[in-house]
């Protein structure tokens, strides 16, 4: 290291010797006042001199000092920049040719994976047109059956009611009394019974159900900002033990009933409930909620019939015949719907989740997005308007939009 700083210093020179003149005294500049930061003379440092008492030092010796340090800045910034260029040399062109590879490879396994999930797709795809068909022929089937058995049916009963008809028209009493055939008639056209409802001449939509595609589904609208609807609370139906957000987004329970709510036929007045501005009439709809500050709450939808006022079942979700939602309480997840409790083991609390209502399909469904897990999905006619609706009774819900 000393032979390398002796070469720079060699390099670099001595450096050009001073030649200024003290412009007080007149004489060389062979000190430095480290005090002021100046070249200053011998009178300067002397007795009298204004640097007498300052930090001062032979010039020659600060130059050396300076000159050395010099050296070993240069020194440590060729190191530096050796260092540099090993790192740009080895190890970015390594790391540069591991990205390629890496992504290479990952790409491979994105191709890979989607492709067995676009034949996964289309094997499910055939498999359930397959089932359609044959739930579609079944059914003609039965029809087919049906209209044979029916027309023999008819065909008999205008036989014995044209035999019926000839004994009444060709018959005496005396005959009349005597004709068996009669009892005979009357007995076999009570044999044939009224046609009947049979499930088995409808069509059984349950043969399109499927968890594959049904997660898929969800997934796909979900997964889309898109797909989700820009759902509201409507102010005029918030319970007076809920505050909603400045936004319409947020609900915050308050165990304190809050006098600052005027009372109105559309607000709920003691369940801590709350409606969506808008309904739905048909299509597909898709909304989420954030639900992770709160250990009780209820999400769902809810007829446009459901009551408002007092503390019977008819006005609280889940306990009528208006309202299907999905609730939490501490620990304990259900579907509710008049008064029937389907119990969900749910392994861990969802911190979001997602509703989709599919009035063409007939299906409301809950799902988890973070996990992409179908919760609970629940087929009926549902009658219309439909609303999203919500109940909280811990801490605060929010619509994601």
């Avoid at 390398?4 to 001073?18: A, D, I, M, N, V």
């Avoid at 289309?122 to 039965?142: A, C, D, K, P, W």
């Avoid at 409930?273 to 048909?282: E, G, K, R, V, Y």
């Amino acid at each position: 290291m000393a032979a390398e700083g002796s070469g720079l210093q060699r390099e670099l020179g001595p450096g050009p010797k001073p030649d200024a003149l003290c412009p007080e005294h007149g004489q060389g500049l062979g000190w430095f006042c480290g005090s002021e930061r100046r070249p200053v003379c011998a009178a300067c440092v002397g007795p009298g001199g204004r640097c007498r008492g300052h930090r001062v030092r032979r010039a020659k010796e600060h130059a050396e000092e300076l000159r050395n340090k010099i050296v070993d800045q240069c020194e440590r910034l060729q190191l530096q920049s050796a260092g540099i260029t090993k790192y740009v040399a080895e190890v970015l062109s390594g790391k540069n040719q591991r990205a390629v590879s890496t992504a290479s490879a990952a790409r491979e396994v994105v191709i890979q994976r989607l492709s067995l999930v676009r034949s996964l797709c289309e094997s499910e795809e055939q498999r359930l047109l397959e089932q359609v068909h044959g739930e579609e022929e079944r059914t003609h089937q039965s029809i087919l059956t049906q209209r044979a058995h029916w027309a023999e049916a008819l065909q008999k009963l205008n036989t014995i009611r044209s035999s019926l008809v000839d004994m009444l028209t060709h018959l005496d009493d005396h005959q009349l009394i005597k004709e068996q055939e009669i009892f005979e008639r009357t007995e076999e056209a009570e044999g044939i019974l009224d046609p009947q409802e049979s499930e088995k001449l409808n069509f059984n939509e349950k043969c399109t159900w499927s968890p594959l595609l049904t997660q898929l589904w969800a997934t796909a609208v979900l997964g889309s900002l898109s797909g989700t609807e820009d759902v509201r609370i409507d102010e005029r139906t918030v319970s007076p033990f809920l505050q909603l957000s400045d936004d319409r987004r947020t609900l915050t329970f308050s165990a304190k009933k809050s006098k600052a709510c005027a009372d109105g036929p559309e607000r709920f007045d003691h369940w801590p409930n709350a409606l969506a501005a808008a309904s739905f009439q048909t299509g597909l709809h898709a909304w989420m909620v954030n639900v992770q500050n709160s250990c009780a709450y209820k999400v769902g939808v809810a007829s446009g019939q459901l009551p408002r006022k007092g503390s019977g079942s008819d006005c609280r979700l889940g306990h009528n015949t208006f309202s299907w939602v999905f609730s939490r309480y501490d620990q304990e997840f259900r579907f509710l719907h008049n008064g029937q409790h389907q119990p969900l083991g749910l392994l861990r609390s969802p911190a979001q989740l997602g509703v989709l209502l599919d009035l063409e399909a007939r299906e409301l469904l809950f799902y988890e997005p973070a996990s992409g897990t179908v919760l609970y999905t629940y087929h009926t006619a549902f009658p219309t308007p439909l609303f999203p609706v919500f109940a909280v009774a811990d801490q605060t819900i929010s619509i994601i939009h």
